[in-house]
């Protein structure tokens, strides 16, 4: 499975965005200044919403492959990677939601 335009894995990609997001959590820990801070929250929400729709998408490319066609009972290991795709775009909706939010507060 890899991205038709970058040839790249789908993994690779979220592996890269994952090591962004520990990296800002770093500096999040390390404590910054307050407007510094608030830039870092606003690139960790947007790498979060950016990795939970990347998870999502491969995901459910895996549910597909798992999938059973015209069976009315898939099997568990698809149900398993439905969910999951499912909660990585909770995830990715939540950060994009809360980064709205901030927005609006910032207003």
Not at 19 to 46: F, I, N, P, W
Not at 73 to 82: C, K, N, S, Y
């Amino acid at each position: 499975m890899t991205n038709r335009t970058t040839g790249t894995p789908p993994w690779s990609v979220i592996a890269h965005d994952t090591d962004r997001l520990r990296q800002a959590v770093h500096e999040l820990d390390t404590g910054r200044s307050l407007s510094s801070g608030q830039e870092l929250t606003h690139e960790l929400l947007r790498t979060v919403t950016l990795i939970g729709d990347r998870l999502t998408a491969l995901l459910d490319a895996l549910a597909k492959r798992h999938e059973n066609p015209g069976v009315p009972e898939q099997g568990t290991v698809h149900i398993a990677l439905d969910q999951a795709a499912a909660a990585a775009a909770d995830l990715g909706d939540c950060a994009r939601r809360a980064a709205r939010t901030l927005d609006d507060e910032e207003s």
